[in-house]
């Protein structure tokens, strides 16, 4: 498949890290919330391997944060998300579906509750800072909705807590999975969360201080020599294996969380309220009509662009397959597809047309690994 550059605006930002990025190797990027992301550091199959078995670390400053503040924060927030927030507690890191008021999915994003009328939300690819001001608008909130200047350093990989623990101290590894803890470095203080897109572990970094955040990038490299430290990106292979879902790839706008197995951050059973309340209580009354499921394809390559039916053996479509890549762990094709209900069957059997040639395949539960 023949490869583009990415012609560079204003409109489609730089990163602090850019710079460094591009004297490290990396070989393509794509857009993230209008930003530069990484997206490739050579061969995808070398990458992932080393993520699995060191630690890397990652430019994701296109995970853009929105921050809401005010006497009606907690109310706007909550009205965004299906997931109860009613008892979040400063400090802590939410996984928290944002959907409409047709319980459709605008964003997954990452909700950090700073004070008790301060949040972020640490965002997928979607205007949500828009979705917000339009609903703080329309409800007459007291509130202050703006981007910070925040740009995201992720550490990932097995050897990632042992890298942090040299550079901050012990205490950084005593650190609850979604917890998250102000860390000095170079008389600035970064906010540190232990998370990050991928199953490896590790740490998001959320820079606010240029110059020292660009400090601890280089620090990052020095110290992390002796555990083969190196510049990465998240890795297609690494989250489709662990069923990360990817907004705008997995799921969109015309999907609820039910259907993309999110249920346990569906509170319908509380008195809190929020768009699409609704709606999705009458999705769960009547039962989803689809589901994402994972698939494993009989194919040794394959490259996910559009959506691509999947096929039965009477040759109705019955689903799409919305991400796959090639697995060195199952040395077959995995993906995640959209699958009509009737067919959310373990080993139900598809067919797939890929560059013109059909390949045998199996449906399967997520995660892989």
């Known amino acids: 498949m023949k490869n583009y550059s990415i012609a560079r605006s204003r409109r489609l930002r730089s990163t602090p890290y850019t710079s460094r990025i591009e004297k490290q190797g990396v070989t393509a990027y794509t857009s993230y919330n209008h930003m530069l992301l990484p997206a490739a550091f050579g061969s995808l199959e070398d990458s992932y391997h080393h993520l699995k078995e060191n630690v890397q670390v990652w430019d994701v400053a296109g995970e853009r944060q929105v921050e809401i503040s005010g006497k009606d924060s907690e109310k706007l927030v909550q009205l965004m998300t299906c997931r109860d927030l009613s008892k979040s507690k400063v400090g802590r890191c939410y996984y928290c579906p944002i959907i409409d008021d047709k319980a459709g999915l605008i964003n997954d994003p990452v909700i950090l ?42 550490v990932q990989g097995p050897k990632s807590y042992k890298l942090m623990e040299k550079i901050f101290g012990k205490k950084i590894t005593e650190m609850k999975f979604f917890g998250f803890d102000y860390f000095e470095f170079l008389g600035a203080k970064h906010l540190i969360a232990r998370s990050g897109w991928s199953k490896q572990g590790g740490y998001e970094i959320y820079v606010e201080n240029t110059k020292s955040g660009l400090a601890l990038y280089d620090k990052l490299f020095e110290a992390g020599k002796e555990f083969n430290v190196k510049a990465g990106c998240p890795n297609l292979i690494e989250r489709i294996e662990s069923a990360l879902l990817s907004y705008g790839n997995d799921m969109d706008n015309t999907d609820n969380p039910l259907e993309c197995g999110l249920d346990k951050y569906v509170n319908l059973d509380t008195e809190v309220n929020f768009l699409g309340k609704e709606k999705l209580k009458d999705v769960k009354k009547k039962g989803i009509s689809r589901k994402l499921m994972g698939v494993i394809i009989d194919a040794k390559e394959i490259n996910v662009s559009k959506s691509i039916d999947l096929i039965d053996n009477k040759s109705s479509k019955i689903g799409e397959l919305r991400s796959g890549v090639y697995s060195p762990h199952f040395k077959k094709v995995i993906g995640i597809a959209m699958l009509d209900k009737p067919y959310c069957v373990v080993s139900q059997a598809f067919k797939i047309s890929i560059n013109d040639s059909t390949f045998e395949g199996k449906v399967c539960d997520l995660p892989f690994i």
Not at 117 to 141: C, P
């Open 113 to 154: 509750k700073l004070g008790e009328e301060r949040w972020w939300i640490s965002i997928a690819d979607s205007d949500v800072i828009l979705f917000a001001k339009g609903l703080a608008i329309g409800n007459k909130f007291d509130v202050k909705i703006f981007e910070p200047n925040v740009d995201i350093l992720a």
